[in-house]
């Protein structure tokens, strides 16, 4: 792939291992394994690298403690910012898990245990509260938190405004995790001016064209760059005032699903309103 890096798929019991990582980013590959993938980190905006451990856990609960063997041997040669993520196939608490039977407190307290141990420290997050789903309805439903991600003090030190966030997914079992680093003087209070975005929607329409053509013979600058940006701006501001009145209603859709997707804790029926979602963006 040319703009982007990738390092070596490993499968096991119909899972997969990867790392995948744009060009802008330097990545230095040091250990992987069929549980882990181990790397330096290097933004081209920052003079430091730090470190990026790539976990899926072991499912077999008598295999469990493996997990935390493998986070206690990269722990060891560790002296940078170090930010650990993945499936570790087991939940810190009982509160991270909703429907079947109750956890063993052994296994969670070892984990705990060792995360601390560790210096890792559980990064908060915004979205559901879950992360994994059994596929089944009401009474057999179990959720749990089974996806995470852990940095040590110097990471978080690093960057203070990391988020986290669980996004919503229809299509497996497991919800993406998103972890945003953003640069260390970034303000979460500050807003930016939306920028404009021909979307792929409009040039479905016949009407789109005679908005384009309308705005951009509208006004005249002997200036030719004056007079290109005019034009843009015109037309783009025509394209957006006839987006609202012709696809509003797709939109509006679409964030009254969002809403109802904030409010819905049922994975089942959040799942349907996903497909609903998916369903009026495919027609953006």
Not at 25 to 47: A, N
């Amino acid at each position: 792939m040319e703009s982007c890096g990738q390092c070596g798929s490993f499968e096991w019991a119909g899972t997969a291992v990867a790392l995948l990582w744009v060009k802008e980013v330097e990545v230095e590959i040091k250990t992987m394994s069929l549980h882990h993938i181990d790397c330096y980190v290097k933004l081209r905006s920052e003079e430091e690298s730090w470190r990026f451990s790539g976990i899926y856990g072991w499912h077999d609960n008598n295999s469990k403690p493996l997990t935390c063997k493998l986070l206690e041997e990269l722990a060891i040669s560790n002296d940078l910012p170090w930010v650990v993520g993945g499936d570790l196939n087991e939940i810190f608490y009982n509160f991270e898990k909703r429907g079947g039977a109750t956890k063993s407190q052994g296994i969670m307290e070892l984990l705990r245990d060792t995360c601390h141990a560790c210096d890792l420290g559980d990064k908060e997050f915004k979205g559901n509260p879950f992360t994994w789903w059994n596929g089944r309805n009401e009474e057999q439903s179990v959720e749990e938190r089974l996806d995470r991600f852990l940095a040590n003090s110097r990471w978080s030190v690093a960057y203070p405004w990391a988020q986290v966030t669980h996004l919503d997914e229809a299509i497996s079992d497991h919800l993406p995790i998103l972890l945003k680093l953003h640069p260390r003087a970034y303000d979460p209070n500050s807003r930016t001016k939306k920028r404009f975005r021909f979307e792929n929607m409009w040039a479905l329409e016949e009407e789109c064209e005679d908005v384009v053509k309308e705005g951009w013979t509208e006004g005249f600058d002997v200036d030719v760059v004056r007079n290109l940006q005019a034009k843009t701006d015109t037309y783009a501001n025509n394209l957006m005032k006839w987006n609202k009145l012709h696809f509003g209603n797709i939109q509006h859709k679409i964030k009254e699903l969002e809403k109802e997707l904030r409010k819905t804790v049922e994975p089942w029926c959040r799942k349907e309103l996903m497909e609903k979602a998916c369903d009026l963006q495919r027609k953006e």
